[in-house]
């Protein structure tokens, strides 16, 4: 395997960037950089959060490629989050191009050993400091298991503000070593959302 509360926005200049999921095709040179391999098409991450501590509470915001080329046309759901406010975030992740849509996330579950997800929110030039912290909930089948991420909290401060959520995947051969290096491995998913903090 490799590759309502809502404001829809056209990604301009965010530096999005997506690659599809591929096969194992490992670089002898660098282990922990593998080769690209087989690609699959990926259209579209959801993202479900839902307050940890009022369950009705329950927000979905969308990234949607219509043919997973990744060429910056892509529609994306603006994230508003409640601030001082946990929320427990489940990430799908489609190729809507196949009939029946094709659950990309289920693959990387099962290969869970050798993809990690990271989040990073970073706030926009001039924004009000807020922050958001997220803390990976889904683990691995390695001895020690390792995060996965598919399953995320994400608890936000206390101040008002805005800046980008960026969501990147990263994928490792069968014969790699996974790390939590955000740059180790070779690039599935990189994507960014608008995040505005806000009571």
Known sequence: MNRLFRTSV?????????S???????????????GAGDE???TTVELHFTNASDTTDHRHY??????????????VDSIVLKPSTTYNVEVKVLDQTKTPVK?????????????????????AQGSTATTV??????????????PLGLRFSSA??????????????????????????AT???SDLDVDFRLVVKP
């Open 10 to 18: 056209l990604v301009i200049a965010l530096g999005l960037a997506i």
């Open 20 to 34: 599809a999921c591929k096969r194992d095709n490992a670089n002898p040179a660098n282990p922990n950089n593998p």
């Open 40 to 42: 699959e098409v990926i």
């Open 62 to 75: 969308r990234w949607y490629d219509a043919d997973g080329s990744g060429s910056g046309n892509a529609v």
């Open 103 to 123: 659950n990309i996330a289920e693959e990387i579950e099962e290969e869970a050993n050798y993809h990690r997800f990271h989040y990073t929110f970073t706030p």
């Open 133 to 146: 912290n997220t803390t990976i909930t889904d683990l691995d089948t390695q001895t020690p298991p390792q």
């Open 156 to 181: 936000t401060g206390a101040a008002a503000g805005k800046g980008t959520f960026n969501i990147n995947l990263r994928h490792f051969a069968n014969n790699s070593i996974k790390t939590n290096v």
């Open 184 to 186: 180790d491995g070779e």
